[in-house]
């Protein structure tokens, strides 16, 4: 635990905050085993090119920098990683006199699919040696050519707050986490429950709790309470009901709605029996949230599917392609991002809407929602089914929670308050009352994607470093909550958990990042304990390096349920994994949407677009015998220059003369093709460039894939 901790002292991840920043310059003619090009961003675009691939950097200030200044930190993107790093610093950049005397070792670079801060102290790595005439710095990148690489924002500056955390308190921290996680965990998989509530149901005006007293020893069995944000893992949480004992077959009818108008619809109800103190209780079942809706939802909305499989993700206007791209494309389905913070942030002369929920008033941002309006009635109106990808940013202020680092892009949902929770459902109940009304007056959301590649949260849903019982109880409470609200309006919704093609592979830190295959089996047990709901699961079946766009090569996709990735040349492990009863929704499979993926061009070469196109068709011939696969959303539309250098998309980089782009061709094509009579004339040439005579030669039976399970 001690060395964990010292490592944990040694290489922090930045914050904001950067007093005494002093910015590096990299000297370009002292680049060892390294290509090193600047960017349209001004980053540093690096491709190793032998065993020893090294960098050099100093200070761009002419007067020195302060004693403060010794965290050397940079932000990166690098979606295949680095093994490690080596730092060495001098005093003089003519004459550095590298040595193993003046260095530091610099730990991994984990995979970043987005811009990653990075740092490490200089100080404390060195046991003090460092000093601030050091100002020179070395960075030896791994020991491989070919890895690719880029750098922005490398300076030396004062530690954050965060970072200035001794390791007593980082440790004391961390055992608090540890305890809870241990909580979470004995509860969760708790095998002799002596009871249990077989069914809570949501009527218009009351709460139905039924079930059977299967042991008449325990004495003065009661229903314990408990609001959203409280926990029953945690003994001090819940309300004990005042009522009669309940005995043999039971029904209990409460009141839907309280004298406050708060609504009980999201609470959590067990069986505990009261100890002769009166004072403390014990619990006799795990907790259950509604387990029947039907008769609570408002409206009566049909289960809206896609005409086809291909979809497009974040779809917004663009103006002079929006129609003739869609319609030629053949899009039937889409995701939207809403950034749940923008929808509270008002300001002073904001104009406003009001909403009504728990017998709170709300406020939203009118010129945020009507954007969204616009955008979702435009994707209705062409008969695109939809799906909104729910994000709390760093500065939507109660909702982030209150771990949140800010490495993060995204916070996990705070819902450790009622205040929070009460935010948080009130925003989500917004959405879903906006966008399911009947007349479609601002369109309709079908899926409800419940943030953005949970599995790597500290990127994208960061919550701190969390062990992953507790970041799974908090997730599943999200999706629950989302819902809850969700099919108040809308009965057929569905909440989907965001997932990277990572599936069963060993993160690099445990508290940062976790196996989308453990968190699928999460979601299978609270679904047992504490209630069965219609969760699906959004999937970004990448290839197994992004930068490397021929699937079918990749060489960590196999076809067993331990595969370290599952990308499209095994997409079948995944149908054939939630094919398993533990994981039915009512006898039948859970909805997959592959909600976001795509194919790097590396450059616009022949060889890189047909690359590309091959593995469209490859993906299609892959996935179209799936029926639980509903969707593909193709990432992106238009290649991004602020997107670490992939170029993904179906058009081009935009320019002066194509403010869009240009198509990429022949995958443009052969996207537009696809599910149309035209599709087996048009994919026929790419069976070459992967090697197959047929498309079924790349098909993978479900047999096979349980026969080759372990």
């Known amino acids: 635990m001690k060395k964990l901790f010292y490592l944990i002292s040694l290489l922090l991840l930045a914050s904001h905050g950067l007093n005494a920043a002093s910015p590096l310059r990299i000297d370009f003619s002292k680049n060892v085993d390294v290509t090193v090009e600047r960017t349209a961003d001004n980053a540093l675009q690096i491709t190793t090119t032998g065993n020893d691939p090294q960098i050099v950097l100093s200070s761009t200030r002419s007067t020195g920098i302060s004693e403060d200044s010794h965290i050397l930190a940079f932000e990166y993107f690098c979606p295949d990683g680095v093994d490690f790093l080596e730092v060495f610093y001098s005093k003089s950049l003519k004459k550095p006199n590298w040595s193993q005397s003046r260095q530091l070792e610099g730990g991994a670079l984990p995979k970043a699919e987005a811009w990653q801060p990075y740092s490490i102290n200089l100080k404390t790595g060195t046991k003090?040696?460092?000093?601030?005439?050091?100002?020179?710095?070395?960075?030896?990148?791994?020991?491989?050519?070919?890895?690719?690489?880029?750098?922005?924002?490398?300076?030396?500056?004062?530690?954050?707050q965060e970072e200035q955390m001794n390791a007593a308190e980082a440790e004391a921290i961390q055992a608090r986490k540890l305890a809870t996680a241990k909580s979470i965990e004995a509860?969760?998989?708790?095998?002799?429950?002596?009871?249990?509530?077989?069914?809570?149901?949501?009527?218009?005006?009351q709460i139905v709790l039924s079930g059977t007293i299967q042991n008449s020893s325990h004495r003065s069995i009661h229903l314990i309470e408990y609001l959203p944000h409280e926990d029953p893992w945690n003994s001090t949480h819940g309300t004990l009901l005042n009522m009669e004992p309940l005995t043999g077959k039971y029904e209990v009818h409460l009141p839907r709605f309280q004298a406050d108008g708060r609504d009980r619809i999201a609470n959590r109800y067990a069986l505990a029996q009261a100890q002769p103190n009166g004072e403390t209780t014990t619990l006799l079942s795990p907790a259950v949230w509604a387990t029947d809706l039907s008769a609570a939802a408002e409206r009566d909305i049909p289960r809206l599917r896609p005409a086809n499989k291909k979809g497009?993700?974040?779809?917004?206007?663009?103006?002079?392609?929006?129609?003739?791209?869609?319609?030629?494309?053949?899009?039937?389905?889409?995701?939207?991002?809403?950034?749940l913070g923008n929808l509270i942030n008002l300001g002073p002369n904001a104009e406003i809407i009001e909403y009504t929920h728990q017998g709170k008033l709300w406020k939203f941002n009118a010129a945020a929602v009507h954007q969204h309006d616009k955008n979702i009635r435009q994707l209705t109106d062409m008969g695109i089914v939809t799906s909104a990808i729910l994000l709390v940013g760093k500065h939507a202020g109660l909702l982030v929670h209150p771990d949140y680092q800010s490495a993060g892009i995204y916070s996990m949902a705070n819902l450790t308050t009622e205040a929070s929770?009460?935010?948080?459902?009130?925003?989500?109940?917004?959405?879903?009352?906006?966008?399911?009304?009947?007349?479609?007056?601002?369109?309709?959301?079908?899926?409800?994607i419940v943030f953005n590649e949970v599995d790597y949260g500290w990127i994208w849903t960061n919550m701190g470093e969390t062990p992953m019982a507790t970041y799974m109880d908090t997730y599943e409470k999200a999706m629950r909550l989302t819902y809850i609200e969700a099919r108040r309006f809308n009965p057929t919704a569905e909440v989907f958990i965001s997932l990277t093609h990572h599936w069963n592979y060993s993160p690099a830190d445990k508290f940062k990042a976790y196996?989308?295959?453990?968190?699928?089996?999460?979601?299978?047990?609270?679904?047992?304990?504490?209630?069965?709901?219609?969760?699906?699961?959004?999937?970004?079946?990448?290839?197994?390096?992004?930068?490397?766009?021929?699937t079918w090569e990749d060489t960590k996709a196999t076809n067993h349920f331990d595969s370290p990735m599952i990308t499209p040349k095994n997409i079948e492990v995944l149908d054939a994994y939630l094919s398993q009863d533990r994981f039915l929704y009512k006898k039948n499979k859970r909805t997959i949407v592959l909600s976001e993926q795509g194919y790097h061009t590396p450059d616009y070469s022949q060889k890189s677009m047909k690359d590309k196109a091959a593995a469209i068709a490859y993906t299609w011939a892959k996935i179209m015998p799936l029926d639980s696969i509903e969707s593909f959303h193709y990432h992106r539309w238009v290649d991004h220059p602020m997107e670490g250098g992939?170029?993904?998309?179906?058009?081009?980089?935009?320019?002066?003369?194509?403010?869009?782009?240009?198509?990429?061709?022949?995958?443009?094509?052969?996207?537009?093709?696809?599910?149309?009579?035209?599709?087996?004339?048009?994919?026929a040439p790419f069976k070459s460039v992967i090697g197959i005579d047929d498309w079924t030669e790349v098909q993978v039976s479900k047999d096979t894939i349980k026969a080759n399970q372990y």
């Open 421 to 448: 929770s009460d935010l948080y459902r009130a925003i989500v109940s917004f959405l879903a009352e906006r966008y399911s009304r009947p007349d479609k007056k601002h369109g309709w959301i079908t899926h409800w």
């Open 187 to 205: 509860y969760l998989h708790k095998e002799n429950w002596p009871e249990r509530i077989a069914n809570v149901s949501v009527q218009s005006q």
């Open 646 to 683: 992939l170029k993904v998309g179906l058009r081009t980089l935009p320019s002066k003369e194509h403010p869009f782009g240009i198509r990429k061709e022949p995958a443009f094509s052969v996207y537009s093709a696809l599910e149309t009579p035209a599709e087996a004339s048009t994919t």
């Open 312 to 339: 497009l993700g974040g779809i917004t206007y663009k103006e002079g392609i929006y129609h003739d791209d869609l319609g030629d494309l053949g899009i039937t389905a889409s995701t939207v991002n809403i950034e």
């Open 515 to 550: 196996p989308p295959r453990a968190l699928l089996d999460r979601l299978a047990d609270y679904s047992t304990v504490s209630g069965d709901y219609q969760w699906a699961i959004a999937y970004h079946p990448y290839p197994q390096s992004l930068l490397k766009p021929r």
């Open 128 to 160: 003090g040696k460092w000093t601030a005439k050091d100002d020179v710095i070395r960075i030896d990148i791994g020991r491989r050519p070919g890895t690719q690489i880029q750098m922005r924002n490398l300076q030396l500056r004062a530690p954050t």
